[in-house]
């Protein structure tokens, strides 16, 4: 992949991004942040590494529960509108997940926690993240990260639906048609209507991520 290309779509997208997130959207409120914070039982003084940051937004939450925040993203951009929208007690960085020398920028099990909200599947490599994640934890830490489900986020689905006659009923039958699920690979897609450009997601099947 052209070098930087993953990273300056992200720098083009960002302001877009940020009007439309803001402190969440519905799916974010509703879905993703109760089970992350569930996951992570912030105490108050807990030191916490939030990955691929954004805008911030999930950075400010555990803050206002008590927990201090050092935060990272790739994309200047995100960091500069993170920075402005933040208190100044959140820690933000640039720095690249997927490169060693970034991550071991950040600190030897300094943190209580690690998470990393819907981003790994649009990072280019997470080997490295992952197999660096242990050297950042305190003794008992966690990593929190929430993803699309790859099954249904492939880039090669195919909703269907079908009327038949069932036993002498006609019923509706509704299924999701999945190819080369198996296959690891990049494509360009669109996260948000309207974003001025198209943006890389890396599939791979759910056993390669949880491995």
């Known amino acids: 992949m052209k070098k930087d290309a993953v990273k300056n779509i992200w720098n083009a997208n960002a302001e877009f991004w940020d009007k439309r997130m803001g402190e969440g959207n519905d799916f974010h409120r509703f879905m993703i942040e109760p089970n992350q914070l569930k996951l992570l ?3 108050p003084g807990q030191q916490i590494l939030d990955i691929a940051c954004g805008n911030g937004q999930f950075a400010r939450k555990m803050t206002e529960m ?3 925040v050092t935060a990272v993203d790739f994309a200047d951009k995100f960091i500069e509108i993170a920075r402005a929208k933040s208190p100044k007690t959140i820690d933000f960085h640039v720095a690249d997940a997927t490169k060693t020398g970034d991550l071991k920028k950040l600190g030897v099990k300094k943190y209580d926690a ?4 819907m981003a790994l599947m649009d990072m280019e490599k997470i080997e490295i993240l992952i197999g660096y994640i242990p050297r ?3 003794k008992n830490g966690v990593f929190v990260f929430s993803i699309t489900h790859p099954c249904f986020n ?3 689905n195919v909703l ?3 009327r038949d006659d069932i036993g002498g009923s006609i ?4 299924a999701v048609k999945v190819s080369n699920y198996m296959v690891e690979k990049s494509y360009l897609g669109v996260g948000m209507s309207g974003q001025p450009e198209q943006q890389y997601y890396f599939h791979r099947p759910i056993s390669t991520i949880l491995e």
């Open 41 to 43: 039982n912030i105490k």
């Open 66 to 68: 008590g927990a201090k």
């Open 114 to 117: 690690v998470v990393s909200t």
């Open 136 to 138: 950042l934890l305190k």
């Open 154 to 156: 492939s880039g090669e």
């Open 160 to 162: 269907t639906h079908e």
């Open 171 to 174: 019923k509706d039958r509704y």
